[in-house]
């Protein structure tokens, strides 16, 4: 049966009006599915986007939005085995639909734990400290981040149609951005079936999902400066978009991931005798072969030491021959076919671009014979390792992507010519070292770092737990320079940073604290009758303020805890010794005596709705304190976040100063607090 996909606009399922493109699976070329856009409003979609989903995803915290996310993942993890069945005939075997299908929920999860565990219970987030304008502090100035209020337009290959939408769609979300998400048509009936579970799932808002099956047509004409676009895919494709009037003249931030020429070098310590070198090999046969060398990711250069290049290739040779090509249904087969044939005969053709400059010496990309499978009808193709003749002379090398089980050996004679090589891919998403040499990997590491988005440095310490060359993580930047788009998805919290429009706010301390809900040194105080620690979550103000009864710090005290803790350290002890000193007059305070009297100072002892006090944050010491002088604290209410039904944050504002009002030490106490007294 061929499906007919549809596309889900303005809340409902709208199959296109023109002739549909055809989609061929894989491995039999057998039409199995059919996507058609035409007749889409894309400027209704837009608006239905800007003007009800966005709306209601704004009202929502950001922990409230990484529970929709924990909900998504756990509604597409029950589902999954559907999405897992459809799978063999995008081309890739069980292991690779792991990559793409649990991959992308796990990337999901990912976000959700994040966001509940990094981000405020707040629709804002705010960015560094507080700048001081003025001489009285009366001026101040603050960043902070707010949800912009447009639409996350994004763009996905054919290689990983589950992943490649999830790994989007997730930050922009938590950032309180609604989606369209336009899949590559190879593919498309995959990315269907898991927006469909998305839809159903009535888990979102209206408006915060659509998706297009087809061409976008006129949508880039309708973008504005509070859009954002994300895409992956070709550096032609990319230039084209990137380049279009709408998004230049309304500087409309476009975040793109596309052609890379991904590097790993092999170490000169790493010979045959070592476990770098098996390591090394495993690795470059892995992205070789995993999803058919179908990942932006994957490697397709191998740098190695002049010295080691005939035992890498009979190493890679042998492990190659070895490989089972052909139907990814059967439990033998590690490699299937490429997404379609259009895409065989593109790598075909590019393998004959990269045989000017490198001689192939295993595979043949026209000769390969698959388990279950027609090889004429199916997309199939042999591993193909190539290599280079001139590695001074090559160009294609360089800049001849072959998306597909393809990669070629590059010979170096010293470091300094693997950096260069590595570097002249002009900017790649991911490059590896295999060493276990820490001088080779610091060179390495600083010559080509600038080149690469992400660099792995692999070794017999790391190899067995490390999630390799090619495996994106959610909590790391994915991206990279030049060549490979300049853009950075993924990254954890810096993923949805870049759907935020972070801005400069200036006024008052009162205006700030109160727009911020962040209380700062010269918003007013509140002061009541009770103690602050007597006060329920909810009872308590941003500003509410203690200020303690003085406490004199003796010598004796100074001494006592020296000795009770072990803390001798001479400025404590010997004033001989401190004579001269830059920072301190004499002998002086213990910081943490300071702390702990301070503690003494401004704890209510009595059980109340203070639960337990987890930590302080941003501890400076700003002047000595000397035997003889005393110290007081002054404890604000500095902000407060809900963390579930029964406690929330409270973050307080410490100040310890001397007799004179001057500060001696300043920090952020966090508390969880009792809903109720």
Not at 513 to 540: N, V
Request: proline fraction near 5%; include cysteine; charge should be negative.
């Amino acid at each position: 049966m061929i499906l007919g996909l549809k596309s889900y606009a303005e809340g409902h399922w709208v199959a296109g009006k023109g002739a549909p493109a055809e989609i061929a699976s894989a491995v039999t070329g057998a039409i199995i599915a059919h996507a058609n856009s035409d007749g889409l409003d894309m400027a209704a979609m837009l608006r239905f986007a800007r003007t009800v989903g966005g709306p209601a995803l704004r009202k929502l915290t950001f922990h409230q939005r990484a529970e929709l996310l924990k909900k998504i993942a756990q509604h597409l993890t029950a589902n999954k085995d559907a999405l897992y069945a459809l799978s063999y005939d995008t081309g890739a075997t069980k292991t690779d639909s792991w990559i793409d299908i649990d991959g992308g929920i796990g990337t999901v999860f990912t976000f959700a734990s994040k966001g509940k565990r990094e981000l405020p219970n707040e629709t804002f987030l705010i960015d560094g400290e507080v700048e001081n304008l003025s001489k009285t502090g009366s001026f101040i100035g603050q960043h902070a981040y707010f949800s912009r209020e447009g639409v996350a337009v994004q763009i996905n290959a054919f290689n990983f149609p589950v992943w490649g939408m999830l790994e989007k769609l997730a930050p922009a979300i938590l950032s309180g951005m609604p989606v369209i998400v336009k899949p590559a048509t190879t593919g498309a009936f995959l990315a269907e079936a898991a927006a469909r579970m998305i839809v159903e799932s009535n888990i979102l808002p209206p408006g915060v999902f659509q998706f297009v099956c087809g061409a976008v047509h006129d949508l880039f004409d309708h973008l504005t400066g509070q859009d954002m676009v994300g895409f992956t895919g070709s550096i032609e494709t990319s230039a084209r978009l990137q380049s279009h009037p709408g998004i230049l003249k309304n500087a409309v931030p476009f975040v793109a991931e596309r052609d890379s020429l991904n590097c790993s070098i092999l170490g000169p310590d790493a010979t045959p005798e070592t476990p770098e070198f098996d390591i090394y090999i495993r690795e470059v046969l892995r992205e070789m072969t995993a999803k058919a060398g179908q990942k932006c990711t994957a490697i397709r250069r191998i740098l190695v030491p002049e010295s080691q290049a005939e035992a890498v290739s009979a190493a890679l040779s042998e492990r190659l021959a070895k490989i089972r090509i052909g139907d990814p249904r059967l439990e033998t087969t590690r490699m299937g076919p490429l997404a379609s044939l259009a895409q065989r005969r593109d790598v075909s053709a590019r393998i004959n671009m990269l045989s000017k400059e490198a001689d192939i010496v295993f595979g043949d990309p026209a000769k390969v014979a698959p388990d279950g499978a027609d090889a004429e009808r199916g997309a199939f193709i042999s591993p193909v390792l190539l290599r280079a003749r001139d590695v001074s002379g090559a160009e294609s090398i360089h800049s001849v992507e072959a998306f597909g089980p393809v990669a070629t050996i590059l010979p170096y004679r010293d470091l300094d010519q693997a950096v260069a090589l590595a570097n002249r891919g002009e900017g790649s998403l991911v490059g590896s070292l295999v060493t276990h040499d820490p001088d080779v990997a610091r060179q390495v590491i600083f010559g080509a770092g600038a080149f690469h988005g992400r660099m792995l440095v692999l070794d017999r310490d790391c190899a067995k737990e490390s999630t390799g060359h090619g495996s994106p993580m959610p909590h790391l930047i994915h991206g990279g320079p030049g060549r490979a788009g300049g853009g950075e998805e993924l990254g954890g919290i810096r993923a949805v940073k870049h759907h935020l429009r972070r801005i400069a706010l200036q006024g008052s301390p009162a205006t700030i604290a109160s727009l911020l809900k962040s209380w700062t040194k010269g918003a007013p105080e509140i002061e009541k009758d009770e103690h602050p620690f007597r006060y329920a979550f909810g009872e308590l103000d941003l500003g509410q303020s203690f200020h303690s009864k003085e406490r004199v710090v003796t010598l004796e005290d100074i001494e006592h805890f020296a000795h009770f803790t072990g803390d001798t350290f001479y400025a404590h002890m010997d004033e001989e010794a401190v004579k001269g000193h830059p920072f301190f007059p004499g002998r002086v305070a213990h910081g943490y005596l300071l702390l702990a009297f301070a503690a003494g100072l401004f704890v209510e002892p009595k059980r109340g709705p203070v639960l337990a006090n987890y930590g302080l944050d941003n501890l400076r010491f700003m002047k000595p304190v000397q035997p003889g002088e005393a110290i007081k604290v002054r404890l604000t209410v500095k902000s407060k976040s809900p963390r579930n039904a029964d406690y929330g944050e409270v973050r307080w504002d410490v100040e310890i100063t001397n007799g004179a009002g001057e500060t001696c030490a300043t920090y952020q106490l966090l508390t969880m607090n009792a809903y109720v007294r």
